[in-house]
């Protein structure tokens, strides 16, 4: 199960870390990823990570702004958010899929969600 936290209100420009824990076993072979959903759209594909080699993926409206990485330590894939935009406002949530997935680096078939945490840009 994946639970992720770390969402809040904040002003545009400033930074956040989201979390997402992975409970239930080892991460070996999988891949985490970041999806936001904002209201009324469709829940976009944000970042990703293989857990085994770190490989990371991010989507253009994100890329140079945002920084997934692991700690396989603790079970723990974050999402770290800078020079956020009103745009970015959305609830984020974490997906698991295999690596052996096709298209896992571009956000195909990712599940186990879990509950989100809401990010708010606004001034």
């Known amino acids: 199960q994946l639970q992720a936290s770390g969402g809040g209100l904040v002003q545009p420009g400033d930074s956040l870390r989201l979390s997402c824990a992975a409970s239930?076993?080892?991460?070996?072979?999988?891949?985490i990823g970041w999806f936001r959903q904002a209201p009324g759209k469709e829940r976009e594909w944000v970042s990703c990570?293989?857990?085994?080699?770190?490989?990371?993926f991010y989507a253009d409206s994100v890329k140079d702004r945002f920084t997934i990485s692991r700690d396989k330590t603790k079970n723990t894939v974050y999402l770290q958010m800078n020079n956020l935009k009103p745009e970015d406002t959305a609830v984020y949530f974490c997906?698991?899929?295999?690596?052996?997935?096709?298209?896992?680096?571009?956000?195909?078939?990712?599940?186990?969600w879990g509950q989100g945490t809401l990010v708010t840009v606004s001034s």
């Open positions: 990570i293989s857990s085994s080699f770190g490989g990371t």
């Open positions: 239930g076993g080892s991460l070996e072979n999988y891949a």
């Open positions: 997906g698991i899929t295999s690596l052996y997935t096709t298209g896992w680096a571009l956000g195909f078939g990712y599940n186990d």
